[in-house]
Antibody, heavy 119, light 112 residues
Framework: EVQLVESGGGLVQPGGSLRLSCAAS????????MDWVRQAPGKGLEWVGR??????????DYAASVKGRFTISRDDSQNSLYLQMYSLKTEDTAMYFC??????????WGRGTLVTVSS | DVVMTQSPLSLPVTLGQPASISCRSS???????????LNWFQQRPGQSPRRLIY???NRDSGVPDRFSGSGSGTDFTLKLSRVEAEDVGVYYC?????????FGQGTKLEIK
């Protein structure tokens, strides 16, 4: 059974840092592109960034709103995806989901981890 | 980026009645492989999104057959033949033809 489990969220002050993890099971992370998607309270879904797989050179891309502040990495040996967030702003407050990209679609999502940026 | 526009944004429905959500994209979602990469997701209160439909009309495993997707090119529709209480939530369309994938604003389905 495919599962994605996010962790690492919490309360952080503006300007602070946080590292989120996404533990995958039931499939091999190395076969897939993986994305982070976030949802601010009461709002819609916003793509944050992408981690491509080994055949695609493990390249990453980011939404303009987080570029230069967020870094995505993965450890295929641990079947885990990470989102390192720096210089956090109040507008980064959101539920953060990891999602598996399967040919133009997100076929599996985690339950999410909540990040609150507040003083 | 491809802009996805849903309507209505709020959808009050009586139990047992049909419902329909429209989604339009700013460009065709037909890819060079002939497939159309339009997805529908359901997000129940307090839960993460769950995919219902992919490539316009393919239902995911476990999705009731009262859900159906249709459309082509830039215009798509999600239909529920008979709304049940468990269908309450927000529905999103999402395009997967061009990175970054983009979502519609969401349609909130509630029971009248």
């Amino acid at each position: 059974e495919v599962q994605l489990v996010e962790s690492g969220g919490g309360l952080v002050q503006p300007g602070g840092s946080l590292r989120l993890s996404c533990a995958a099971s039931g499939f091999s992370l190395s076969d897939y592109y993986m994305d982070w998607v976030r949802q601010a309270p009461g709002k819609g879904l916003e793509w944050v960034g992408r981690s491509r797989n080994k055949p695609s050179g493990y390249t990453t891309d980011y939404a303009a709103s987080v570029k230069g502040r967020f870094t995505i990495s993965r450890d295929d040996s641990q079947n885990s995806l990470y989102l390192q967030m720096y210089s956090l702003k109040t507008e980064d407050t959101a539920m953060y989901f990891c999602a598996r990209d399967n040919t133009g679609s997100y076929d599996f999502w985690g339950r999410g981890t909540l990040v609150t940026v507040s003083s | 980026d491809v802009v996805m526009t849903q309507s209505p944004l709020s959808l009050p429905v009586t139990l047992g009645q049909p419902a329909s959500i429209s989604c339009r994209s700013s460009q065709s979602l037909v890819y060079s492989d002939g497939n159309t990469y339009l997805n529908w997701f359901q997000q129940r209160p307090g839960q993460s999104p769950r995919r219902l439909i992919y490539k316009v009309s393919n239902r995911d495993s476990g999705v009731p057959d009262r859900f159906s997707g249709s459309g082509s090119g830039t215009d798509f529709t999600l239909k529920l033949s008979r709304v049940e209480a468990e269908d309450v939530g927000v529905y999103y369309c999402m395009q997967g033809i061009q990175w970054p994938y983009t979502f519609g604003q969401g349609t909130k389905l509630e029971i009248k």
